[in-house]
């Protein structure tokens, strides 16, 4: 029993313990790694990747996968500038409420995404990535293929205004954080995405409906996918059809890396949260210590294989897919 | 009970009502001419696609497919001039090398090939820039010409691409259904356990498949490279996802042991009509994209073969 | 209290259910046998609402009832503890005894786990369990799991008034002999709350526990008798419609076995916790049968001969040759065939067809530089599936498709006809009907004149002691004692029991 034990401490923290090591070799390699400056960068370009990657977390805690997040990540970011705009342009105003409007259209994307997947019959991995066309094909509709800039300084200071050296955007990151983990562990919707991923038709023969827990898992990510975009629009104050690029893969991977199994029922958002900061730390570290842009891709694809290697317990299962 | 036996013909039904749609609405779409040019150009595709169904057969996925196309388009336009018709071996023995590096690590390494394969695509995406010092390559066009040139040349007005395609579906369909690889394959898509069970060596049967689809990502860039007289480390980029969705849309689902090299090519050529229908519906560029994800909703509700699949994840 | 009258059920093709009568009252237990498709599963899907009635009434109390899901069922007070352990591994106990119900602990949308923690306490107290509610399942035993399975059930209690029926589906199938009694006492001090439907193919346990027993046969009860008179020759005639033959486990057929070579031979063979010091030999001819409880080690010495557990200690060798490398191509290759006790999952491969099936296993002898000889392959198929009478339209039929027996069949023919002459099998008789059994049993005694050597993990004791010629006691990975079993001096039941706990 006592070496199991250990075995189950060890997998439970190997994520945190590859971070660790990552930051140590980074910080030994080139100093000004380990400077507040720095990790408040790590932050900046955390944070929207983070809350993404927390509402795909949901999703492939229940065992399925969703691949729409670049499409309601720019359909949000769209309508929340247009609405930003045409509504003053200024939190002081009126405008704030394009806010929350954000979150409703993310929810209302996942809702459709979950209601395609789960009413059609269609697996989710060729729902969300049809739904994920859809969506970026939306933002492209609204916006003609032009950019729209939100000058707001009040919006702005999501990246501008710091307290304690970090962006507001990180403590907004945080507090989302803190809600994830408050509905993973929490809330009856938070357990069934457990359940739902641990034996979906076990969870449906205990009388669990399970088609309702997938259909509301699809509107939470929404709602995250949401947040990631009004940050992602916070950071750089463009909103386009290209803002959801590269969140696909990223986010993924970052769950995969954080220890949440891609086969459902294992893992949860601090996982996501120490793989997100993996990914970034090493893209970071990267370019700090001065290594090529062109290998960097390369780089970065070994060390992903290698954190997978060493932080998740792929020993539960005999076949890997 | 009839719509059971009609299932497992869904996929080409929906291509020929699809093509039937698009006729009526203009007949200019069903010219044989504009037929073969829409077919002919969606060869490379269709090679990658080819090989993505060989990872996806077996319940994985190939990520790298697009890195590796774009790398292969680099190392031809730069191998070129050193060896000529060798050009095309090392490009396909690169495609190949990358692709059992993929399988290793998912099957070795335990890693799930969706995270494997997209970090060996940003492996072959690093080796591409490095290649080509980051820009765009240009090939010496009579040196093309005298190497490769009857891959882009036509005859019998037929286009050789089409050529090319119909040959490698045949060697891929032989090779799916004719040889103990391809059985092999069934098996460890259809029931991994069971194929453990009766003494295969599922590990190697998995790295070849993936070895498989590098080699004919390799072929596709290679051929885009010919086609476009050139390379550069983001030529083949947008490929990847339509290449997943004409897998998919042909009716071999993720689950593996379904489907096959057959099924690819009307899922291929599905895609091929959707997006060209664009152009005889007039729809707008800016809402062509939706349009396409939303038929293409459309088009897997109808195609896939639910009974198939336990439960639908 | 509970009833069903005159209930039909009907499938393309099936008339599953004809006009059943079934009633039981307060307090009572039934038992529930027949072989399999005799229609038992599917009348407990009507009763628990999974499957909906074409026919005839359902009355509880008297008031008629019709359940559209199994949620609907237990808001009757009708519940079921599944044979396939139906417990979701990654959640802990609490969770899986209150899930889909767990908005009575929910207060402005948060989860009081305090609360829930000690309702799931109060649930384990009923089936005597003291565990802590917040464990994760996956550690705990399968009696364990088991008896969660009953509480779980059992908190339609305090959600429902009036009276309980809870279903028990093969609940014993993995348990051991006292955690079985444990169970049986547990039940029946809960009659003074539920009634129960027991359903089991150990006809000495549905014996033992129930009052009144309903014989089933091609969809209809054939026969209710009390626990007074019912006797197991009586209820096995009436669930096979014939004689069962005397001569069950064929061993009138049993020929000594030739004391050569041995096929496969163990010296001193430990694997880690699992066994230790196993050392046996495999003649050509022989049925050595390994018993023992669950996790007793029986299991993985199977695997190991297969190679696909590796040994930690001692000397294993094929034909005389010591294996170096375990894995299963090089048992194939050693003329080891492998009958896995999960048919479905690792004896054949749903999604092919008879002849894809066949052939797995051996495809080199099929083939020449890789390309298949796909007609040779029918005609093998053919040849085999007449050879064992396999009930199949054709060899292109997809396997998934096939009865467990003709499914058992097309795994045996694919090691048989690949020539592999040490055959491993492991409950090869789990989940058959007795005519399947019986082809089965032929089968063993067809291998074993053929000069094959066979070693076998029983689904029952009987079937052990019947077929083998030899038989090796296994407790806790140790031997424990040695039986040579010739016809008409075989140990019995008891002496093998006392030796295994």
């Known amino acids: ?321 | 009970m009839s719509f059971e036996r009609i299932k497992p013909h869904l996929p080409w039904i929906t291509l020929l009502a699809l093509v039937a749609i698009v006729g009526i609405a203009d007949a200019n779409f069903l010219r044989p001419a504009n037929l073969i040019a829409m077919a002919a150009d969606i060869v490379p595709l269709f090679i990658m696609a080819l090989g993505m169904t060989f990872a996806i057969y077996i319940g994985g996925i190939d990520l790298s497919a697009q890195s590796v196309a774009n790398m292969t388009t680099v190392v031809a336009t730069v191998t070129l001039p050193l060896f000529g018709v060798g050009a095309a071996l090392v490009c396909i023995l690169s495609g190949f090398v990358l692709g059992a590096v993929s399988g290793y690590v998912t099957t070795k390494l335990l890693v799930p090939s969706f995270i494997s394969t997209l970090a060996i695509g940003g492996v072959a995406f690093s080796a591409a820039q490095y290649l080509s010092g980051q820009r765009a390559l240009f090939m010496d066009a009579e040196l093309r010409d005298a190497t490769f040139g009857w891959m882009t040349g036509s005859s019998f007005g037929i286009p050789h691409e089409i050529f090319i395609g119909a040959f490698l579906v045949l060697v891929t369909w032989f090779l799916q259904t004719r040889t103990t690889f391809g059985r092999a394959l069934k098996a460890v898509g259809a029931g991994e356990p069971a194929a453990v069970a009766a003494g295969l060596d599922v590990a190697k049967i998995k790295i070849m498949a993936f070895a498989v689809s590098g080699l004919l990502a390799a072929v596709a860039g290679l051929l885009f490279s010919v086609k476009l007289s050139g390379g550069s480390p983001t030529l083949a980029n947008g490929f990847l996802l339509p290449a997943i969705v004409a897998v998919l849309v042909g009716g071999t689902p993720l689950t593996g042991g379904v489907g096959g090299v057959i099924n690819t090519l009307i899922g291929t050529l599905i895609v091929a009509v959707i997006r060209s229908s664009m152009l005889y519906f007039e729809v707008d560029a800016t809402k062509q994209q939706m349009v396409f994800g939303l038929v293409l909703i459309a088009a897997i509700a109808l195609t896939i073969d639910r009974t198939k699949l336990r439960i639908v994840k | 209290m509970y009833e069903l009258r005159k209930v039909d059920k009907k499938f393309p093709g099936v008339h599953a259910l004809k006009a059943i009568d079934f009633q039981i009252g307060r307090g009572e237990i039934v038992g529930l046998v027949g072989e399999n498709g005799a229609g038992k599963s599917t009348l407990m899907k009507v009763i628990y609402g999974a499957y909906q009635a074409d026919g005839g009434d359902i009355t509880i109390d008297g008031t008629k009832v019709r359940f559209q899901n199994p949620r609907q069922a237990m808001d009757h007070g009708i519940g079921m503890v599944f044979q396939e352990q139906s417990l979701i591994t990654n959640l802990t106990v609490m969770e899986n005894i209150f899930l889909g119900f767990e908005q009575q602990f929910v207060s402005f949308g948060v989860i009081n786990w305090k609360d829930m923690a000690q309702a799931a306490r109060n649930q384990l107290a009923k089936v005597k369990l003291d565990i802590d509610p917040a464990t994760v399942t996956s550690r705990l035993s399968f009696a364990q799991r088991q008896l969660v399975e009953l509480a779980k059930v059992l908190t339609l209690e305090e959600r429902v008034d009036g009276d309980l029926v809870i279903l028990l589906d093969e609940p014993t199938s993995v348990l051991a002999r006292e955690e079985v009694e444990l169970l049986f006492s547990l039940v029946r001090d809960l009659t003074s709350r539920a009634s129960f439907i027991f359903v089991s193919h150990r006809m000495d346990e549905v014996l033992e526990l129930s009052d009144r027993i309903y014989v089933m046969k091609d969809g209809e009860v054939v026969d209710v008798v009390a626990q007074a008179e019912a006797n197991v020759d009586d209820i096995q005639h009436k669930m096979v419609g014939r004689e069962v033959d005397k001569e069950y486990y064929r061993e009138q057929k049993q020929k000594p076995y030739r004391k050569e070579a041995p096929l496969v031979s163990f010296k001193d063979v430990s694997h880690g916790a699992r066994y230790q010091n196993i050392s046996f030999d495999l003649h050509p001819g022989e049925v050595l049968c390994l018993v023992g409880t669950e996790g007793s080690g029986r299991e993985a010495v199977l695997r190991t001969v297969f190679g696909l557990e590796t040994p930690t200690a001692g000397t294993v060798s094929l034909k005389g040759q010591d294996v170096t490398r375990f894995n299963a191509q090089n048992g194939v290759a050693a003329g080891v065939g492998y009958v896995p006790r999960e048919r479905k999952v690792e004896g054949i491969v749903g999604g092919m067809n008879v002849y894809e099936n066949m052939t797995l296993s051996q495809m080199g002898n099929y083939s020449k530089n890789g390309v298949l000889r796909i007609s040779e392959e029918k005609s093998l198929a053919r040849d085999w599936i007449d050879r064992l009478s396999i009930k199949t339209p054709s060899e292109y039929k997809d396997c998934g498709g096939l009865s467990g027996g003709n499914q058992q069949k097309v795994v045996l023919a694919k090691w048989r006809s690949g020539g592999s002459d040490i055959i491993l099998l492991d409950h090869p008789t789990r989940g058959l009907d007795i005519g399947a059994k019986e082809d089965v049993y032929d089968m063993v005694r067809d291998m074993s004149d053929d000069g094959a050597g066979i070693i076998l993990v029983a689904d029952t004791l009987e079937e052990a002691i019947g077929l083998s010629h030899t038989i090796i006691v296994l407790k806790d990975g140790i031997e424990q004692i040695r039986y040579d079993c010739e016809p008409g001096n075989k140990p019995s039941l008891f002496d093998l029991v006392h030796h295994m706990i």
Request: net charge positive.
């Open chain 1, 1 to 321: 029993m006592g070496s199991v034990l250990t075995r189950d401490v060890l997998v439970k923290w190997a994520p945190l313990l590859v971070l660790i090591v990552l930051i140590l070799f980074f910080a030994a390699m080139e100093p000004r790694f380990f400077s507040v400056r720095n990790f408040a960068r790590i932050g900046i370009s955390s944070a929207p990747a983070l809350m993404v990657a927390i509402g795909v977390t949901f999703i492939i805690i229940m065992g399925s996968i969703d691949l729409s997040m670049e499409g309601t990540v720019s359909v949000c970011a769209v309508v929340f500038a247009f609405a930003f705009i045409a509504m003053g342009g200024t939190l002081a105003s009126f405008a704030w409420l394009a806010l929350p409007l954000a979150l409703l259209v993310g929810a209302a994307v996942g809702l459709l995404n979950g209601l395609v997947h789960v009413k059609l019959k269609i697996p989710s991995f060729m729902a969300s990535l049809a739904m994920g066309f859809v969506g970026t094909g939306f933002a492209l509709l609204l916006t003609g293929g032009d950019r729209i800039r939100v000058e707001d300084d009040l919006f702005r200071g999501l990246l501008t205004t710091r307290w304690f050296n970090f962006p507001i955007m990180c403590y907004v990151a945080v507090a989302f954080l803190l809600i994830a983990w408050f509905i993973q562990t929490r809330t009856t919707l938070g357990r069934n995405f457990y359940a739902v991923g641990g034996g979906e038709d076990l969870a449906h023969a205990s009388g669990l409906n399970v088609n309702k827990v997938r259909i509301l898992g699809f509107t939470l990510a929404g709602v995250f996918y949401a947040v990631g975009a009004l940050l992602a629009v916070g950071r750089i104050g463009i909103a386009e059809t290209a803002t959801g690029s590269n969140f696909m893969f990223v986010s993924i991977t970052s769950v995969v890396v954080g220890g949440t199994a891609l086969w459902g029922g294992i893992g949860g958002v601090w996982n996501t949260l120490i793989g997100v900061l993996i990914v970034n730390v090493i893209n970071n570290g990267m370019v700090v210590i001065g290594l090529p842009g062109y290998v960097q891709d390369g780089v970065l694809g070994v060390l992903v294989i290698a954190a997978v290697v060493l932080s998740t317990d792929r020993k539960s299962v005999t076949f890997v897919k």
